[in-house]
């Protein structure tokens, strides 16, 4: 995600777009318990919205991490903007996937 960024934005560098950007990419995790809209929590009983951009979202965090022991090329850096849109992509359209996702109801058992 560092090398992800490559234009000056609002007259900040590129560079500390990139830290912002990987900052960004941790604390967002603070925020999935509002983020998910999803009536079970359980990723057993959720559908199939969720499993598959549950799916996108580790590839892209693999392909990141991959992509980050690699020499910056212009074919690398196109890829960590695609698979950095993947991987934020995931967070902020879970409010919509997560609400409209078909789910398994849930066990007795659980909801007692």
Do not use: H
Not at 8 to 21: D, P, Q, S, T, Y
Not at 75 to 94: C, P
């Amino acid at each position: 995600m560092l090398r992800a960024v490559t234009v000056n934005f609002l007259g900040i560098e590129a560079k500390l777009w990139g830290v912002i950007l990987m900052a960004m990419a941790v604390v967002i995790f603070c925020f999935l318990p509002w983020l998910d809209r999803s009536p079970v929590k359980s990723i057993r009983y959720k559908g199939p919205y969720f499993k598959f951009a549950l799916t996108l979202f580790v590839i892209s965090f693999f392909v990141l991490g991959w992509l980050g022991t690699k020499a910056p090329t212009p074919l690398y850096t196109l890829l960590a903007q695609i698979f950095t849109v993947i991987y934020f992509a995931f967070f902020l359209l879970m409010p919509w996937y997560s609400k409209i996702d078909k789910t398994k109801p849930e066990p007795k058992r659980v909801t007692k």
